[in-house]
């Protein structure tokens, strides 16, 4: 073999830098530089400034980030060039004897994700939810004993998260974020926090303290703001946790897999349903037919949050179940409210301007059927724990795959009696974008394989 041909890759935490000639740090380069979505419009393109694409490699210096080893590795042997990988740490699997976790014997697939975890030291957990995410991350804690730090991004998440660990692990958590920082072995830390501490001292020490690191609802990591303060984390053990990891944007999931690593375990929820581990959605459609013109904002105002119509279905379908309603502007959340309170309905109405007591309250009420119906903004599309919804109404529209499928699994925890989450969606015709929109999603629901009915003609 040529010498020139040899490569060799500085491995680091957070950055692995290569050695190579400059053909294969060509090639390198061009495999972890993707087109960014939509370049042709860009000026710079078009007038020869820019090639449409963002380099995860640093020319100068010939660094990329580590979470891309296996895309290099991968190129290399399949060029058939020689190389060798310096500074790798060996994963010590012993550890994996010691994973019992108070309250719970861990379902198969768990122990599956520990190995994992253990075994390639980086990567993205693709759990879907109820899969029990938060008790993969404490297992792994308690078996590696390491700093650990679990980055969430909202209130409720930073308490329910915090209270969660310390129940499993049997240990004071720390919590930093809402006003409160307490640093202990473990620690729950909102990523907003972290950003206004980025460069405070007590900031940059935290993180170059962390030697295990979780991202939850890692999908976020396309954000400039969370990568920065992910790189500045300088533990060796790095995961990201989402049961939607993959946003279809190539931008963003190679941002993601650059930051952790590539998907290493994926449970759906397909497989937890089969398995008896989540309720089985039975999904029913409404068509509401009415006419709507103008761009998309003034559509989604008239056919969506202002509409009598739909609003009265939306009313119409709340039942004696524990019901969750699902908006997305404040101001549809206030115009349902008022009209189950003129039908006589008690119900609840929370948005991200509550206080962090409010909505633990509420959702404390709605656990113990004090209250039936709580119309919610899009705080409850990620991570908030409601076992007890057992009627789901996506009053919200849109086309998101994560958020729909983030939405459904809000209510799949599994129920007593039939394991049944009923879920009413709606067929918006008369407008090109709702109906479209409609649609994707049916086709989500459809991939996902759940039941779905439709009521009314299309």
Not at 224 to 232: G, I, L, P, S
Not at 286 to 304: A, M, R, T
Not at 410 to 424: A, F, S
């Amino acid at each position: 073999m040529n010498e020139d041909l040899e490569v060799i890759i500085t491995y680091g935490d957070v950055w692995s830098r290569i050695q190579a000639s400059r053909p294969i740090i060509k090639k390198i380069d061009n495999i972890l530089s993707p087109k960014v979505p939509g370049y042709w419009w860009s000026e710079k393109y078009r007038n020869g400034f820019w090639d449409g694409k963002i380099h995860f490699m640093k020319g100068v210096t010939n660094v990329f980030p580590s979470g891309f080893l296996p895309y290099v590795e991968k190129l290399l042997k399949r060029e058939s060039i020689i190389y060798k990988i310096e500074g790798m740490p060996i994963p010590s699997i012993d550890c994996i004897n010691d994973f019992n976790i108070n309250g719970i014997e861990l379902r198969d697939y768990q122990f599956d994700a520990l190995c994992a975890c253990i075994t390639m030291q980086r990567g993205i957990i693709g759990a879907a939810t109820n899969s029990g995410k938060t008790e993969i991350a404490a297992t792994v804690a308690k078996c590696l004993d390491l700093k650990t730090v679990i980055f969430t991004h909202s209130k409720t998440l930073l308490y329910q998260t915090a209270e969660r660990l310390e129940d499993r692990i049997n240990c004071k958590v720390g919590k930093i974020g809402d006003g409160v920082w307490e640093e202990e072995k473990i620690n729950v830390v909102m990523i907003q926090t972290m950003i206004r501490n980025l460069n405070v001292s007590k900031g940059k020490k935290f993180l170059e303290k962390m030697e295990l690191m979780f991202v939850d609802e890692c999908q976020h990591l396309s954000s400039n703001t969370w990568t920065n303060v992910v790189e500045k984390c300088k533990a060796r053990y790095r995961f990201g946790l989402s049961g939607t990891p993959q946003s279809g944007n190539i931008v963003n999931d190679m941002t993601l897999i650059g930051a952790t690593g590539p998907e290493i375990f994926s449970i759906k929820n397909i497989d937890l349903i089969k398995e008896g581990y989540s309720a089985i959605p039975k999904i029913k459609m409404i068509v509401c037919e009415q006419l709507c013109d103008g761009e998309y904002g003034e559509v989604y105002n008239k056919g969506i949050v202002e509409s009598v119509k739909r609003n009265k279905m939306i009313v119409d379908a709340i039942d004696d179940k524990q019901t969750l309603v699902i908006v997305r502007m404040i101001e549809h959340g206030n115009i349902l409210k008022r009209m189950c309170e003129d039908k006589g309905i008690i119900c609840k109405f929370l948005s991200g301007g509550d206080a962090s007591d409010i909505r633990q309250g509420t959702l404390k009420d709605f656990e113990n059927k004090k209250i039936n119906v709580i119309i919610a903004s899009t705080i409850f599309d990620e991570g908030v724990d409601a076992p007890s919804i057992e009627h789901l109404i996506l009053a919200v529209g849109g086309k998101s795959m994560i958020k729909t499928l983030q939405r459904i699994g809000r209510g799949l925890r599994k129920k007593e009696g039939d394991n049944i989450l009923y879920v009413t969606d709606f067929i918006d015709t008369g407008n090109e974008y709702l109906l479209s929109h409609s649609e994707e999603r049916r086709q989500i629901y459809t991939e996902e394989q759940f039941e779905v009915k439709i009521e009314g003609k299309v």
